[in-house]
Structures are given as structure tokens and as C-alpha cells.
């Protein structure tokens, strides 16, 4: 069997390989412009005709690419966005980036991934390197789309190249951004692993290459699944040190000035996100296929999700201090994005801690300087400047997100209960504070 990746190869040396990247979320945006900035030739789809029309106007949507950048590579005539799929028939590279949720029932939901990758069937040509970056279970790459692309006749590793190669970016993240995290890559076949290295050694630091498409799938899902345990792990340790009344971030602010084999954890409101309360999940179905139960993952998941009920309880006890219930109470939610300076509101526990206050007759109001409008339910809030919000004296706050950007001392300082869900008054003593 001969493979013919040597054309593509050439064309990744000499940046000549036009990168066609699906999908320009929080994943897509960032890898696009990463390519654009080391000179490649860089297109952009996506079915939300408005992200291409800002990409294509400069503007950067995502916090996490700065607008310069951004601008520059559209300047220079590097990268462009389209909703028009045909365009794929001019790319030699096209990586897939589109989200992989779960459905209601809490199965994986491959759609998104399935009409990409028809929109690259539909154009496919040799020599051409299809990657799949969206995270999903062991087995996709080959079971899912190989055979969709295989079914006009060419042939994978041979005529065209498959690997897949999972997105590590942590929006938010000030140290590790997609440079400078290193890159797994699993092709179908040895020629598909070379050019897929090749391709991503040329724009981040370290490659790591891996045997097949399954172990990069399962990489990925081990990484996101040791999260999620171990803050399940954390989040009962905060139940139960609440039930023998010690400070949980004491004990881990303690446990880990261990110099090896510990890592910190935190707890929190509960899991957000689109990655982690998603990703075990997509594991333990396929697993069930496989006729295993993933115990930890369920585990984890039971105590994870019942962390806001926590949360509405200790603002319960909070009001009790002062004779008052969480009905009729003025609650004031500060932060509701899913984790500390970003935007991103998917699965955010605020909107659970939102939910369960509001069916207990509170009164809600919140500020979160990254997320103007809020609609969740029958709610639709707009954001308050803080101050503004203190100055009218709810009867009590909860910290549900810690942007670096609110006045902690003044919170503090002003008559209000709070709750603090993320430790985020850590070293400030008041008898109004009430840590998870
Ligand atoms: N957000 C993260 O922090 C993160 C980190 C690592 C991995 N991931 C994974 O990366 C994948 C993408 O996540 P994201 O956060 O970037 O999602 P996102 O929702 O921010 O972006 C996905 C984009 O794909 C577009 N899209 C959907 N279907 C399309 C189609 N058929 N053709 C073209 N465009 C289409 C959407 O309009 C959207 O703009 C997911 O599998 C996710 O699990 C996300």
C-alpha cells in the first residue's frame, strides 16, 4: 500500500497548506488565528453567519483573542470566515472544532460533528488531512467519521488522512493558551499521525504523538474525567468538614504544601461549563456499549450536581441569622459566568443557584460584569454594577463566580450576608460571611 502524504507535507514545510478550520467557537477562533499568525493561509466556517461577518470585520469575540491579533491576520489577508461550506473543496487541511453535547437523556449528541464532516464529504479530495478536535468518545474518529468519508470511495490514510487530535485550551487561562499546550495527535494511520504532527509541531510547542484516534479521544476524556472526580472528591470533603465544622480551605491550603502527590482541588457551586459536567459523560456511554458501568464518573456526577441545593442551603441558614427566609428575601447572585473572568454562561451552576432560590420565593438580582443580560427560565436579568447593587441593601449575596475584577474588601465592608461559594474572601473575618 503506498500512502501519498509527501505532496502535503511539502505544502505544511513551505506554510503553501490552506487550513480550513469548522466551528469558530471558543475552540475554533483561537486555533484559526493561531495558524493565520504563523503565516498560513487560513479560512474560517461556521454555520452563525454573524461570527464570520465579525471575523471578517476584525472583530474578536472571544476574550481569550486578543483584537489586535485578531486584526492583523485579517489584515494581512490571512484569515477569513464563511458560511459557505463549498469553500471546503479549496482547503488542503480542514479541522473540525464544532460542539459536542449531550442530549437530554445525558447521551452523547455526535450531530454537530455528523454535518460537519458531510460538508467535507461533499467536497473531499485526495491528500486532503481531515482532524477532528471536538471532544467525544473513544471510537468516533472510526466508527463515525472515517466511514462517512470513506463512503465516495476514497480511502483513509491512503487517499485522504484522519486523525484526531483533542482541543486542552482553558479560556481564562493567563499562562497555557493554545502555543504553548502541548498537542496530542492520533491518526487512523501512520501517514495520517506524520502529517497531523507536522501540521500542529508548526504552530505550538510540543507534539505528542499517540498510537491511534482511540487513545487521543481517550487522552482527552481521562484529563476531563479526573476533574470532574476529583472535584466531586473535594465537593463532598466541604460537606462533610461543614458537618464537623472545619474549614475545608484551610485543610487544602494546608494539604497542599505537600510536595508530591497532591494536587489541589476546590470546591464550588458546582460543575460549568462546556467541557467538564459533559465529557465523563460521553465516556460512560460508550463504556456501557462496551458493558461497563463507569462507577466514579456517576459518582462524582450525583454529588457534583447537588452542589447548588448546598449552596441554597447555607444562604438559608444564612437568612436565619437574622429571623428572615429565603422567601421574600432580596438575594443578589455576584458572578453567574461558569468560571472566574470569562464569559461563557453554558451549564453554569448559577443558574441552577438562580433557579432553586427563585422557586423558594427570593427575589433575584445579580452583577457580573462579563455577562450583560441573563436568561434563564422564565428569568431575563440584566447585570447591575455592584456598588449599585450593595447600595440597595439585599438581604443577602452570594458569591457564585470570583471575577478578579470585584471589590472584595468593599463587599466586605458593606452590611450585607454573604455567602462565598468560591472562597473568594479568603483571610477577611466578618460573622456576616458564610463559606461553602
Ligand atoms: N470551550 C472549551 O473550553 C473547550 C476546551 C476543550 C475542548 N472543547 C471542545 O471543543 C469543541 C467545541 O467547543 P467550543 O467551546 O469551541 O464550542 P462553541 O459553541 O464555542 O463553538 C462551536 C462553533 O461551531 C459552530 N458550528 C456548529 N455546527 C457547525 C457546522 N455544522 N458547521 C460549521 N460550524 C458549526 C457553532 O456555530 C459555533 O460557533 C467541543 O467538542 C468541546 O467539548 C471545548
Request: net charge negative; proline share 6%; charged share 20%.
Amino acid at each position: 500500500m503506498t500512502t501519498n502524504n509527501q505532496g502535503l507535507l511539502d505544502r505544511i514545510r513551505t506554510k503553501k497548506a490552506r487550513i480550513g478550520v469548522i466551528g469558530l467557537g471558543y475552540v475554533g477562533l483561537p486555533l484559526a488565528v493561531e495558524f493565520a499568525r504563523q503565516g498560513f493561509d487560513v479560512c474560517g466556517f461556521d454555520v452563525d453567519e454573524s461570527k464570520s461577518s465579525q471575523i471578517n470585520a476584525g472583530h474578536s469575540y472571544i476574550p481569550d483573542v486578543p483584537q489586535v491579533d485578531l486584526c492583523e491576520v485579517v489584515k494581512a489577508g490571512r484569515l477569513r470566515a464563511t458560511n459557505q461550506m463549498a469553500d471546503l473543496a479549496g482547503m488542503d487541511v480542514i479541522d473540525i472544532c464544532v460542539p459536542t453535547p449531550l442530549r437530554k437523556t445525558k447521551d452523547p449528541d455526535l450531530s454537530y460533528v455528523v454535518k460537519a464532516v458531510e460538508a467535507v464529504v461533499a467536497s473531499l479530495k485526495r491528500g486532503q488531512l481531515i482532524i477532528l478536535e471536538s471532544t467525544t468518545y473513544p471510537g468516533t474518529t472510526d466508527e463515525v467519521v472515517q466511514p462517512l468519508l470513506e463512503s465516495r470511495g476514497l480511502k483513509a490514510d491512503v487517499d485522504f488522512f484522519l486523525a484526531f487530535s483533542p482541543e486542552r485550551v482553558d479560556p481564562g487561562n493567563q499562562t497555557f493558551n493554545t502555543r504553548n499546550i502541548p498537542k496530542i495527535v492520533g491518526g487512523i494511520g501512520p501517514a495520517s499521525t506524520e502529517v497531523a504532527a507536522l501540521l500542529y509541531g508548526s504552530i505550538v510547542e510540543k507534539v505528542v504523538q499517540v498510537s491511534s484516534t482511540r487513545v487521543a479521544e481517550m487522552v482527552k476524556l481521562l484529563e476531563n474525567t479526573f476533574r470532574a472526580v476529583n472535584i466531586g472528591l473535594v465537593n463532598e470533603l466541604a460537606l462533610m468538614c461543614h458537618k464537623m465544622d472545619i474549614d475545608v480551605w484551610e485543610v487544602i491550603d494546608a494539604a497542599k504544601t505537600k510536595p508530591f502527590g497532591f494536587m489541589p482541588f476546590y470546591p464550588g457551586p458546582g460543575l460549568g461549563g462546556h467541557c467538564i459536567p459533559i465529557d465523563p459523560f460521553y465516556l460512560s456511554w460508550k463504556a456501557r456499549q462496551n458493558g461497563f458501568e463507569c462507577r466514579f464518573i456517576e459518582l462524582a456526577g450525583n454529588v457534583n450536581s447537588a452542589m447548588p441545593d448546598f449552596v441554597v442551603e447555607r444562604v438559608a441558614e444564612a437568612l436565619n441569622t437574622v429571623r428572615k427566609s429565603i422567601n421574600g428575601s432580596r438575594v443578589h447572585l455576584i458572578g453567574v459566568a461558569y468560571k472566574k473572568d470569562v464569559n461563557d454562561m453554558r451549564e453554569s451552576p448559577a443558574l441552577d443557584v438562580l433557579e432553586l432560590l427563585s422557586k423558594r420565593g427570593a427575589q433575584l438580582s445579580y452583577s457580573d460584569p462579563f455577562v450583560p443580560e441573563l436568561t434563564h427560565g422564565n428569568h431575563t436579568l440584566s447585570s447591575v454594577d455592584l456598588p449599585a447593587a450593595l447600595a440597595l441593601g439585599p438581604d443577602c449575596a452570594v458569591i457564585c463566580t470570583d471575577h478578579t475584577m470585584f471589590d472584595y474588601d468593599a463587599l466586605v465592608n458593606g452590611g450585607t450576608l454573604l455567602v462565598d461559594t468560591r472562597n473568594a474572601l479568603k483571610n477577611r473575618q466578618s460573622p456576616r460571611i458564610f463559606r461553602l
